[in-house]
């Protein structure tokens, strides 16, 4: 069994900037496809932030263009997410998704448990 854990979250101050980090661990990873970011907020739906698919470019949501980067590192089996000029509408649970194939289990999708962004003054 694959798991995601994310770390970086916590409250920041507009305009300020936070790291995510999220790791795969558990059993040994066969091959990565995907790693991306996604964010919910308070009654909202879940929206994409940054999705990259192995060998291929990291396509961005519209409203964190410019400002977020995500980086991967697929030997190792993470993905971060850099974010700058942070405003108070990205205030929301940050989730990390990587699109995987575990040894002796079928490609699937995994999720982390989430971790809080706070973007207030």
């Known amino acids: 069994q694959v798991q995601l854990v994310e770390s970086g979250g916590g409250l920041v101050q507009p305009g300020g900037s936070l790291r995510l980090s999220c790791a795969a661990s558990g059993s040994t990873i066969a091959g990565i496809f995907a790693m991306g970011w996604y964010r919910q907020a308070p009654g909202k739906e879940r929206e994409r932030v940054a999705l990259g698919r192995t060998g291929g470019d990291i396509y961005y949501g519209d409203s964190v263009k410019g400002r977020f980067t995500m980086s991967r590192d697929l030997a190792k089996g993470t993905a971060d997410l850099r974010m700058n000029s942070l405003k108070p509408e990205d205030t929301a649970v940050y989730y990390c998704?990587?699109?995987?194939?575990?040894?002796?289990?079928?490609?699937?999708?995994?999720w982390g448990r989430g971790t809080q962004v706070t973007v207030s003054s």
């Open positions: 998704k990587m699109e995987l194939r575990a040894v002796g289990d079928t490609r699937r999708d995994y």
